[in-house]
Nanobody, 122 residues
Framework: QVQLTESGGSSVQAGGSLRLSCVTSEYTYDQYSMGWFRQTPGKEREEIVFINMYGIATYRDAAKGRFTASQDFAKNTLYLQMDNLQPDDTAMYYC????????????????WGRGTQVSVSS
């Protein structure tokens, strides 16, 4: 099964930027759908970006206009560029992956990284 490792989380001031990385143990083009999620204590994990197996991103409302997902397939790495960060963006950020057919059938990802913490101060 694919393994995922996130990095790039940090503490920043409001208005700042961060780029998160998610390295996968397998080549993902045409093999895996992926997603970026975030979670704060006491709340459900929230999907913010869905990326199909060709690297095309669909942004949920929380990510529209400020976040940009991209992939470097040669490096087995998924990125999330986050600009104009606000205190409400403070969360643990996770990447996830699954086979496209499995994701279509279940609507859920089976494989997850351990997360990287983003903290935004006002």
């Amino acid at each position: 099964q694919v393994q995922l490792t996130e990095s790039g989380g940090s503490s920043v001031q409001a208005g700042g930027s961060l780029r998160l990385s998610c390295v996968t143990s397998e080549y993902t083009y045409d093999q895996y759908s992926m997603g970026w999620f975030r979670q704060t204590p006491g709340k459900e994990r929230e999907e913010i970006v869905f990326i199909n197996m060709y690297g095309i991103a669909t942004y949920r409302d929380a990510a529209k206009g400020r976040f940009t997902a991209s992939q470097d397939f040669a490096k087995n790495t998924l990125y999330l560029q986050m600009d104009n960060l606000q205190p409400d963006d403070t969360a643990m950020y996770y990447c996830a992956a699954d086979r496209p057919e499995r994701y279509r059938a279940t609507g859920r990802f089976r494989y997850w990284g351990r997360g990287t913490q983003v903290s935004v101060s006002s």
